[in-house]
């Protein structure tokens, strides 16, 4: 059994994104149709690996933002293997990669304990709320790409807690109506994503000001998606301003994971998240 590691060629780190994409769908996680893709464009290194008789068994990702700060997901092994710590190897090798920066995942309540033991932090849960597509989209809003990228490289620092140019260059591209960004006198005051999913589509990131904005860049995604479709957005539960997004709409709420950190954690504006990016590159 061996893991792939950060100096094999690309097509070893491919095939581990394509399996961890696929078994995360069949874990019910609801991946996007292109995150493949997107998250190999960001970080082509960040996939790893453990194969048995040519077949990979276990996956699990750990994207680097800088020099401070990695996100470890999609840790994933074969239903029927598990138990027998070919998961906790490829976990420690994913811990290497990330070399002494702070650490972030976004782990399932069940797993909360086996994190701890393994020196992560709880900071905050996530709650994956439910809303429905379509409505008409506020005015005032503009197109993502016409906002200068440096600008919005500067805006999700400030509330990501790190630069990630070349996640969000990989991350924005996205069809007319499905990046959104609220812009007033004094600049970039929120921006919004929405991507298509296996099961209808996800809102993240949403970043903003106040929730005045987030509500409005909220709207506006909705509308973009198939009037009545699922559209699913993780909400910190510490952000006690974003509640009004959820409790206005109705939106009900699918499952809940726990954010926890291990040596230290990114200077995050979390009363500005109003949509996580990603569960599984934070």
């Given amino acids: 059994m061996r893991a792939a590691a950060s100096h094999e ?3 070893t ?19 996007g149709l292109d995150d493949e893709q997107r998250f190999r464009a960001a970080d082509p290194g960040a996939f790893f ?12 990702s750990c994207a680097l933002y800088g020099d401070a700060y ?5 840790y994933i092994v074969r239903s029927d293997l598990r138990g027998r710590g070919i998961g906790s190897k490829l976990f420690d090798q994913a811990l290497r990669r990330a070399a002494g920066r702070a650490v972030g995942l976004d782990a399932v309540l069940a797993q909360k304990q086996s994190y701890e033991q393994r020196g992560f932090e709880f900071a905050h849960g996530n709650v994956r709320w439910r809303a429905a597509g379509g409505g ?14 440096d600008e919005l490289v500067a805006f999700d620092a400030s ?3 790190v630069e990630r140019q070349r996640f969000l260059h990989a991350w924005v591209e996205r069809p007319p109506g499905h990046a959104l960004a609220y812009v007033t006198d004094g600049g970039l005051a929120g921006y919004g994503v929405l991507r298509s999913c296996q099961v209808g589509a996800k809102v993240g990131p949403l970043f903003a000001d106040d929730e005045g904005v987030a509500d409005a860049l909220l709207a506006g995604l909705l509308a973009a998606a198939p009037p009545g479709s699922d559209v699913f957005i ?8 974003a509640h009004r997004l959820h409790a206005a709409r109705g939106m009900k709420p699918s499952f809940e994971t726990a954010r926890m950190y291990r040596n230290g954690r990114p200077p995050e504006d979390l009363q500005r998240v109003f949509g996580v990016t990603t569960l599984e590159f934070g």
């Fill in 9 to 11: 060629p690309a097509s």
């Fill in 159 to 161: 509330v990501f807690g």
């Fill in 136 to 149: 008409e989209p506020p005015a005032g809003l503009a197109h993502l790409p016409s906002v200068p990228f």
């Fill in 70 to 74: 990695a996100f470890i997901g999609f």
């Fill in 49 to 60: 690996a453990t194969e048995r008789a040519g077949e990979i068994v276990a996956t699990v």
């Fill in 234 to 241: 993780d909400i910190p539960a510490a952000n006690r301003r």
């Fill in 13 to 31: 780190h491919a095939r581990a994104a394509r399996a961890a994409l696929e078994w995360a769908g069949a874990e019910g996680w609801n991946p």
